[in-house]
């Protein structure tokens, strides 16, 4: 007889800067560039209940009135555009959970 055991998601284990955190998701910085003002961030947004998880990532732009590293980043994770699968596992190798469809 086969058991199945599930894995536990431990979020705080995955070795990306965590720019914002709730109980069950980590919004994780992939890639950062700022070149004359302009800025681009590629993030991950990972959600886990229990033993179960997801994620998926985005690429966006500029917060509007802001130059700020983390607001560009909080603005690409509410704003942005979700990447293909195969590149968000590119710019976030390690994360193996299942790709939010």
């Given at each position: 007889m086969t058991t199945k055991v599930e894995e536990?998601?431990?979020?705080?284990?995955?070795?990306?800067?965590?720019?914002?955190?709730?109980?069950?998701?980590?919004y994780l910085e992939g890639r950062f560039w700022n070149q004359g003002g302009k800025?681009?961030?590629?993030?991950?947004?990972?959600?886990?209940?229990g033993n179960r998880g997801d994620w998926a990532a985005y690429i966006g732009t500029d917060a509007p009135f802001s130059y700020k590293e983390q607001d560009?980043?909080?603005h690409a994770a509410e704003y942005g555009c979700k990447l293909l699968?195969?590149?968000a596992r590119h710019f976030f190798p390690?994360?193996?959970?299942?790709?939010?469809?």
């Open positions: 536990t998601i431990n979020l705080d284990a995955l070795p990306y800067y965590a720019f914002k955190k709730t109980e069950s998701k980590r800025q681009l961030a590629i993030v991950a947004i990972v959600t886990a209940i560009t980043c909080i699968e195969k590149d390690e994360i193996k959970l299942p790709y939010r469809p």
